[in-house]
């Protein structure tokens, strides 16, 4: 899955070969994906904040990719909706981290895609930065058939 | 102050050259900045959320930038907050329009930043689609001596 995802986020999405994706690790329902300071540094030495959006918002993509294959379903994701918070400056590796731990959701979700074929989830992907969450990303994900 | 802009973003956030940013327009307290489709397409050729967010958070970046220099202020821009709707997709050249309305509210910012040496300023850009509001970015930045 991590190396399917990788090809699919370069081939689809060229920015994120200039942003240095890597999708790290995707398992029990979270991933993680990260990218070097350096393809994505500012005017003050630390991350963009565009770039830092670009990876948030790709983790929940990422995420939902990994998630409908393994519940077979096939479905279009767009992000519809996001808040982010920058708390404090990324001056390091940047790695963005999501997951779902509401099993109830992730089935409601998927009922309501089944039912209907489109369906909507939020999703929250965090960077952190020694040890405190630099970055909180709150998105509402659409998945249409 | 277009060419200044066009330089400062190119050599201090290198992303933006992959972007393909380009600074349109600056006047009358209004910034116009443009990106091609073809850098920032998606799987769904159109263009990337991510991308549509940095293009957006840029103008209104440049926007203060400029002010604070027609200003004679100095001061370090930083984004601390940002709401992004996605009304519709963008499927043609991206183009981002920022400007301050409201005279008042600029020269109490500046008046702030004067006394505080920080100050902090809510500005909205938005990105077209056949006459249409497509995205909506909404932002908080705070600008410090």
Not at 16 to 28: K, M, P, Q, S, W
Not at 65 to 80: D, M, P, S, T, W
Request: proline share 2%; net charge neutral; charged share 20%.
């Amino acid at each position: 899955m991590i190396i399917e995802l990788q090809k699919v986020l370069n081939n689809e999405i060229p920015l994120t070969n200039a942003i240095g994706i890597c999708v790290e690790d995707y398992t029990d329902n979270a991933i993680k994906i990260s990218a070097p300071l350096e393809n994505n540094i500012n005017h003050k030495n630390t991350a963009f904040g565009g770039s830092l959006y670009s990876i948030s918002v790709l983790a929940g993509w990422s995420l939902l990719f990994a998630l409908l294959k393994e519940n077979n379903r096939q479905g279009h994701i767009v992000i519809h909706e996001s808040n982010i918070r920058f708390h404090k400056p990324v001056n390091g590796n940047i790695i963005a981290s999501c997951q779902i731990d509401d099993e109830i959701a992730l089935n409601r979700f998927l009922k309501i895609f089944d039912r209907k074929g489109i369906s909507r989830i939020n999703l929250t992907s965090t960077i952190q930065q020694d040890g405190d969450d630099a970055v909180i990303f709150k998105g509402t994900y659409v998945v249409h058939k």
